[in-house]
């Protein structure tokens, strides 16, 4: 089993920045490529940016490329994701979902464990 625990979500105005955590337990966290998704009332949820086990291999949703940036630290079993120029349309809670596999998928039905997600709302 893998725990994860998201932090840093918040309300901001629109072109400001937050960062958010994902500290991870239970299992060796580098064996896990992890993703960061989000889901906005009514809407299904999207694969923002993923990360692969060491770090090397990433990919960002064509929404958020440019302005968001995912990284990890296996040291201290954390993902994060560095969120700047925030748009309204950012508005969503955001989970982080860890893969046994050693890349990061798109595909939300690879992730095998989920955080309890961290709402973000961005105001115009």
């Known amino acids: 089993q893998v725990q994860l625990v998201e932090s840093g979500g918040g309300l901001v105005q629109a072109g400001g920045s937050l960062r958010l955590s994902c500290a991870a337990s239970g299992r060796t966290f580098s064996d896990y490529a992890m993703g960061w998704f989000r889901q906005a009332p009514g809407k299904e949820r999207e694969f923002v940016a993923g990360i692969s086990r060491s770090g090397g291999i990433i990919y960002y949703a064509e929404s958020v490329k440019g302005r968001f940036t995912i990284s990890r630290d296996n040291a201290k079993n954390t993902v994060y994701l560095q969120m700047n120029s925030l748009k309204p349309e950012d508005t969503s809670v955001y989970s982080c979902?860890?893969?046994?596999?050693?890349?990061?998928?798109?595909?939300?039905?690879?992730?095998?464990?989920w955080g309890q997600g961290t709402q973000v709302t961005v105001s115009s």
């Open positions: 979902a860890a893969s046994s596999s050693a890349v990061a998928s798109r595909s939300s039905g690879l992730y095998g464990y």
